[in-house]
């Protein structure tokens, strides 16, 4: 999609802080961290909500989901992680291309994590 802020960094038309890429997503860091470490998962192909997924749209969010579970150790999340996906007006979802965001560094007790304030 043009006008769309994810797929404009996918694309390398905007800049981020990639920590991982593969031939289905990106894994970039949040530019308004909401704990000690907050990063974006970000599937490559364009699509907002879970409602417009395909078959393979949802076996390749699961085959993200699995690699986020393996990269965590390296992100600075081996004590645990938080992941949050807003879905549509009510969720507040900001960037309409479906994304994870994984938050830790800390222990989020201690922290009331709102990602719309
Ligand atoms: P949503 O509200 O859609 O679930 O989350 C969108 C997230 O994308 C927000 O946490 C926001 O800080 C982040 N974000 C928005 N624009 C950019 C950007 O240009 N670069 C990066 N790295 N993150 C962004
Ligand atoms: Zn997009």
Do not use: W
């Not at 949040?30 to 990063?39: E, L």
């Not at 949802?58 to 989901?65: P, Q, T």
């Amino acid at each position: 999609m043009d006008d769309c802020v994810f797929c404009k960094i996918i694309k390398g038309e905007l800049p981020s802080k990639k920590y991982y890429e593969d031939d289905l997503m990106i894994v970039i860091a949040d530019i308004n961290p909401k704990a000690a470490k907050h990063y974006l998962a970000i599937p490559k192909k364009h699509y907002r909500l879970f409602t417009e997924m395909t078959p393979e749209d949802a076996e390749n969010l699961g085959k993200c989901i699995a690699k986020v579970g393996e990269l965590a150790p390296s992100l600075g999340l081996e004590n645990g992680y938080r992941l949050i996906v807003n879905q549509g007006e009510d969720g507040v979802q900001t960037v309409p291309h479906v994304h994870l965001h994984l938050l830790g560094g800390e222990n989020l007790r201690l922290r009331r994590v709102a990602l719309d304030d």
